[in-house]
């Protein structure tokens, strides 16, 4: 898939534009070989007959878009609960005594640089990373072994734990959620469905042709539009609407970066 | 320099056009959104009566309305999302003002159960966070930004609350309730920050938008009846129904900014 390294722009270029010009071929195409006088004779019986397939196409569209936002929002949905998660760990880490409060950061800065690294990488392909998961480990080992000097750290633990429980939960949601890819039978489905339209009204007579290409363009523009929507949204860490790490990056700036200056 | 190279300079530096606008009057952005959108519309059926003839215009009404009536209503079905999306968004951004207030005022009982030093400090604390969200970081969140001064304070809030060490249950019991209290306030606060989405998913959704807008605007351009007055007419109704559901979507995308923006009072009101 050549244009996920494009931008967003040129991405809505591409998949309009080869619509548009699939659309002006198949209508010249159609014309060298029937007059609009011919082609305006199946417009009252085409129309009748065959009126049906619009909106099969408008629920297949709106159907395929609402998948693909949903499972794009879960994703962002489950980040987001885990980068809390973070935060709240973080800020309570802050708090323990020494040498406690020194380890306890080291280990989660670890773990939010291995997810906003190597993890964010692996789970383009729909995977997870191995240094992730240990450093997550190593987390839940300081945790467990932290020297609890003063019963403001024995508090704090009591905070933390249940904190430290989430976050796993909430890291096997972030990868699960990931792996739910927008199935390639209901992408097919989509592009069978707008061929079929475009082609469709090839075959319909205009009064003129300039006006059977204009309206042609702006009719495939549109749901090519709903194409290049689901297009960018069916890969959440892939193309140009790839979520990006930095609510991971600026955990990590806070971590090591304690004094409060902005990234 | 022009006033109107002036006008445009100033749009550009404060933090480009779509943040020039969003601080401008309701008025403002009505006349710029809608207005500026019926100018386009209009304005394309005029040129399109210049070159096509009434003939043709009814023509392709005849044909085209039929065959692609379809397209508005997908196009109706994915506008209600985005404004969905929108009001979602903005009651989100409500909620968690109001949860993070919540929170703290829960804190702020939680610690009225400490001893006199530690409820001194942690109102002191209270009051210079609540201040510098309403007076710092509001204005910074408009452009979907947090404040260090607002960040480091919560933080000197949170070190006062967690200075408290408990001696028995019953400050155990104390500190258990108010350990729900800081984590409700500390997520509210990441929430509350973390609500505006990304700059490549605001601009997907205003391509997606503005692309679905001047597709259908342009449709209207080719149907037409034999007066021209009625098609300008009808495109202005067109025009204004979709166009001003594009403003109220802007509106509610910028919770922070602008006329609807929600106001600092809870956290004013906690500063005292």
């Known amino acids: 898939m050549l244009w996920l390294n494009l931008s967003l722009w040129q991405t809505f270029a591409v998949i309009v534009g080869a619509g548009v010009v699939f659309n002006g071929i198949g209508t010249l195409l159609v014309a060298l070989f029937k007059s609009n006088a011919q082609l305006a004779h199946g417009n009252d019986p085409g129309g009748n007959k065959f009126g049906f397939l619009e909106p099969i196409t408008g629920l297949v569209t709106v159907f395929v878009l609402t998948m693909a936002w949903i499972q794009y929002n879960d994703v962002v949905g489950r980040i987001q609960r885990e980068t809390t998660t973070l935060v709240l760990l973080k800020e309570s880490a802050g708090q323990f005594t020494e040498p406690t409060r020194s380890r306890v950061l080291a280990a989660l800065a670890g773990y939010v640089e291995a997810v906003g690294g190597p993890e964010w990488r692996a789970m383009a392909a729909n995977g997870h990373s191995e240094v992730a998961e240990q450093a997550l480990e190593a987390l839940v080992r300081t945790y467990g072994a932290a020297d609890l000097r003063t019963s403001r750290d024995e508090s704090l633990m009591r905070f933390s734990g249940p904190v430290v429980r989430r976050l796993n939960d909430d890291r096997q949601g972030r990868l699960l959620a990931t792996t739910f890819e927008l199935r390639q039978p209901l992408l097919v489905m989509l592009g069978a469905a707008v061929v079929v339209t475009i082609a469709f009204s090839w075959v319909f007579g205009y009064p003129t042709m300039r006006g059977k290409l204009a309206m042609g363009t702006l009719f495939t523009s549109g749901l090519m539009l709903i194409v290049f929507m689901v297009s960018v949204l069916a890969h959440p860490f892939r193309g140009p609407l790839a979520v990006p790490n930095d609510a991971y990056a600026d955990i990590l700036w806070e971590i090591t970066h304690p004094e409060g200056e902005s990234p | ?272």
């Open chain 2, 1 to 272: 320099m022009s006033q109107v190279e002036a006008l445009l300079r100033d749009m550009a530096g404060s933090g480009g056009y779509f943040q020039w606008l969003i601080h401008q009057p309701m008025g403002v952005i009505l006349l710029v959104i809608v207005g500026g959108g019926l100018v386009f519309i209009v304005g394309g059926v005029l040129l399109a009566n210049n070159y096509l003839t009434p003939e043709e215009l009814i023509s392709n009404t005849l044909v085209g309305t039929f065959k692609f009536m379809f397209l508005a209503q997908i196009f109706t079905g994915v506008l209600a999302f985005i404004m969905v999306e929108a009001g979602n968004r903005y009651a989100n951004a409500e909620a968690y003002v109001d949860t993070e207030i919540r929170g703290l005022r829960l804190l702020s009982r939680v610690v009225s159960h400490m001893p006199l030093e530690n409820q001194t400090r942690f109102g002191d604390a209270l009051k210079e966070y609540a201040k510098s969200v309403a007076e710092t970081e509001w204005p910074m969140m408009a452009s979907g930004d947090d404040s260090p001064i607002s960040r480091a304070a919560f933080r000197r809030m949170l070190g006062v609350y967690f200075s408290f060490n408990p001696v028995d249950v019953s400050d155990r019991s104390v500190v258990a309730m108010g350990n729900l209290a800081v984590a409700m306030a500390v997520e509210a606060r990441t929430n509350r920050l973390n609500n505006n989405v990304s700059r490549e998913l605001s601009n997907f959704i205003w391509l997606s938008l503005l692309g679905l807008v001047v597709i259908t605007a342009m449709f209207n351009w080719f149907f037409g009846t034999r007066g021209l007055r009625s098609q300008v007419a009808m495109g202005i109704a067109l025009g204004s129904s979709i166009l001003t559901c594009v403003f109220i979507v802007f509106l509610l995308a910028n919770p922070f900014a602008g006329d609807t923006a929600i106001p600092p009072t809870p956290f004013l009101e906690l500063a005292g």
